[in-house]
Nanobody, 117 residues
């Protein structure tokens, strides 16, 4: 059974930083073969893409986070990370990790990020 477990969320002031982690287990395909993504959902809004990193380590970001957020992965630890800098109140959301391989998607349970003054 595939499990994605996010951690690292919390409360932070505007301009601050957080690093989210997503640890994967139970994958049918090896972790390195998965494209990984970070998504977020703010209160009252739909889930939106934050960014992705492919199995080949190509990254892609939403315009709203470009230059502030960085996605990386460590295949030896079955982990993907989201480094978030220069956080803004509008970054407040539940952040989810997603894996995809062979057309099969899995989601984590999410971690809350709150940016407040």
């Amino acid at each position: 059974q595939v499990q994605l477990v996010e951690s690292g969320g919390g409360l932070v002031q505007p301009g601050g930083s957080l690093r989210l982690s997503c640890l994967a287990s139970g994958m049918i395909f090896s972790f390195s073969a998965n494209d990984m993504g970070w998504y977020r959902q703010a209160p009252g809004k739909g889930r939106e893409l934050v960014g992705t990193i492919t199995s080949g380590r190509v990254t892609n970001y939403a315009d709203s986070v470009k230059g502030r957020f960085t996605i990386s992965r460590d295949n030896t630890k079955n982990a993907v990370y989201l480094q978030m800098n220069s956080l803004k109140p509008e970054d407040t959301a539940v952040y989810y990790c997603r894996s995809e391989a062979g057309g099969i998607f899995h989601w984590g349970q999410g971690t809350q990020v709150t940016v407040f003054s």
